[in-house]
């Protein structure tokens, strides 16, 4: 049987790494909590040609639409305020929704069903994995109208948050 020498092990060590970042590439989960510290489940999110797929697996939450966003920072303490706002690298201060030119953190509605479950995907067109990793993933009390008046949509309290990270 053939010996594999020093230089073989770490050639084949940076090889295996690479398959395993390559086949992780465009995938990325994120722990949900309520703003009181209760697991509320996880969020995939996944890059596909349309653009950002986003499927929650949340349970525990109030029913009815809720206003689901990107927020600035990876930090959901302080009842998720630590959050910052929408993320906005543009700095276009409008909330637009989705499919407008305003914030990149507006995302379809989260609809949650009478037993407190929200597992129905959405696409958010203008993402990617990329441009969300370092961020965080918000639920708010209310709908949202995509619009600035009320301000932000009237999506109202932050009910449930989660770090975006790799």
């Known amino acids: ?45 996944e890059d596909s040609q349309y653009g950002l797929l986003i499927k929650p697996q949340l349970t525990g939450l109030p029913a009815g639409v809720h206003g689901f966003h990107i927020h600035q920072h990876p930090d959901c303490g302080d009842h998720a305020m630590n959050a910052g706002g929408h993320l906005d690298p543009a700095n276009t201060n409008s909330h637009q929704g989705p499919y407008g030119q305003g914030h990149l953190g507006d995302l379809p509605v989260l609809v949650v069903d009478n037993k407190g479950t929200a597992i129905t995907p959405i696409l958010a067109p203008r993402l990617k994995t990329k441009d969300i990793q370092g961020h965080s993933i918000m639920v708010h009390e209310g709908g949202d109208n995509y619009s600035d008046n009320p301000p932000l949509g009237g999506g109202g309290t932050r009910i449930a948050c989660g770090k975006i990270s790799l």
């Open 1 to 45: 049987m053939a010996k594999i020498n020093h230089s073989e092990q770490i050639i084949f060590s940076v090889f295996a790494i690479l398959i395993a970042t390559i086949s992780n590439a465009g995938t990325v989960t994120s722990d949900v909590y309520t703003t009181n510290g209760t697991s509320a489940g996880k969020v995939v999110f």
